[in-house]
């Protein structure tokens, strides 16, 4: 009994000298004034150890709200807090640094050190901010230390203590929100990319890769990537770069809203000037990670950029351009978000402590304004292209009947053109044909007159050459069909009486069988060579002046054929060839390019085939 009294006394006296020394924290208590009940200092040197800082006078934090250090402090921070176990069991409690982009965390206890921190992540960590264990028995008490700096993220100091359930439930409370938070921006990232295969408008994508920055961006800032990265040196590696990390998002913002708002028609200088700081911009963030700047120059340039956006976004409204609305109240949640996360940062005011997930609300609401934007800005496009194509039907329409009037005058005119030409072909075709007679009269007076018989005839044949020539004229000028291919029935016939009537042989029958046409340029020389091979049978192949004729033309495929038989008594072998039939050779071989075949058979066969 006296033993047990001795050592209550004991606890009592050792208590009293704790208070007296050091506020105590019951952890069975409420941890709002966890902060407010601790006690920090300040090493300019970084070069206390944790036997050096228990001489050290550390000052009581004046009030519970984190307290900032600006970005990668020249200094260390260590923090003392006193908690005790006042109830009579044991109490495990969880103590949260609720900053999870401090770098370097050393929590000592019982003479013993846990490291945690952004660069020093425990491979057993499953939280996104770290946590370390404290367990008192009862009526216990312990002083811990925190140890913190911070390289190139901003250092603030906040923590926590929780009961384990309540604990674990914020935890996986938390953690189900940013699940959803990212599954939200990959659906609205998505969304857009596939809108930009279908209208190919850059707008989309360039939203797309904004979605995705600002995902990572929150990747890291909201501590999820600790769950999946947690090697020191891939971390630090990430981490030197998070100006990229903040300008990602920045740039193709700046990219969405120059292309939403049409800047490059609209406004034309703008556009120029903001093209040259957008093609600098990533060449000054580059530099800014090579040279490992941490202090605000890092910011200012990305700043700028915000700046000039916002004002060309503000220039557009005053314009009165729809789409722009959209934009300026997207603008004001993207700036509320980004400011939001900067006073957190700097420690001045933690949206989270009052709304918690504030940010990420206003992340996926701006997302989905912006979407809204996009889909309206479809339903324009819709409205503009229906609108382009009933103008071009208009105009269509009027080309059409603007064509159509241009072709029926053009036409009127070939016509009247066409009916010209035929006229004074004919009239030609007539002059011709009546000079031709002309001359055949003069030379059917000269034979009259002349008695000697061989020079009666080469008249008579000269009389019916020309009269093969004069029947074409006659053919073209009185036909009322086509001129460019002529039945040449009535022409053969016209030619065949006339040697008829100058040979004086009516009693020779002549047969036609004619079942083509031919060319206007073929018909004179068949003609003429009709002439002479009709001739040519009247005086020699008959000896009573008696017989038959037949003339036959026809084609096949592309070959014209034209025959002459007669029943005579055929082509002599060694007979000399007339001038007439040289004539006909000539025109055979030289103008229809053809050939001629002679077969005695009860008669001559006279075969003529061209192309």
Known sequence: MHK????????????????FANKLIDINKTSDDLMSSSYIYIDNTNSETIETIKNKEFKRIDNSKPKSFGYSPNFTVWIKLTLINTSDEIQKRILEYESSLTTHINFYYDGKVLHEGLFQISPDRNTLEPVFIINLKEKEYKTYYLQL??????????????????????????????????????????????????????????????????????????????????????????IKGASLIVAIPIFFFSLFTISFTNTKENHPTLYKYLRVYLYLYPLIIFLIVYLQEQGWIRNIFSALLLLLVLLLTLYSVLKRNRQSYFLLLGWIIFFCSMISMYLASAGVYNIYNDIPYMVELFLVLEGLIFSIALADRIKILELEKNKVQLSLIKYQENETIRLKSMVDEKTEKLQSALQDKEFLLKELNHRVKNNMQTIISLIRLQ???????????????????????????QLLYSSHEDLSFISPTEYFISIVNGIKETTYSEDIIVNYDIKSYLKTEEVLYCGLIINELVTNCIKHAFTLDEGEIFIKFHEEKDKKILEVIDNGIGFPKNAKESFGMDLMRSLVELYLKGNIEIINNNGTHITITWY
């Open 4 to 19: 047990k009294i001795k050592y209550i006394l004991i606890f009592i006296l050792t208590l009293s000298s704790s208070i």
């Open 149 to 238: 700096s911070s390289k190139i993220t901003t250092l603030i100091v906040n923590y926590k203590l929780y009961d384990l359930k309540s604990f674990f439930e914020k935890e996986v409370y938390r953690q189900n929100i940013l699940v959803f938070f990212f599954t939200a921006m990959f659906i609205l990232a998505a969304y857009n990319l596939v809108i930009y295969f279908i209208v190919k408008s850059s707008s989309y994508l360039f939203y797309v890769f904004y979605i995705l920055g600002i995902s990572l961006h929150q990747f890291f800032y909201t501590g999820y990537s600790t769950l999946f990265i947690q090697d020191p040196v891939l971390v630090e590696s990430i």
């Open 447 to 473: 034979k009259d007159s002349i008695k000697d018989p061989k020079m009666s005839e080469m008249l008579i044949s000269i009389q019916n050459r020309l009269n093969a020539m004069s029947e074409v004229h």
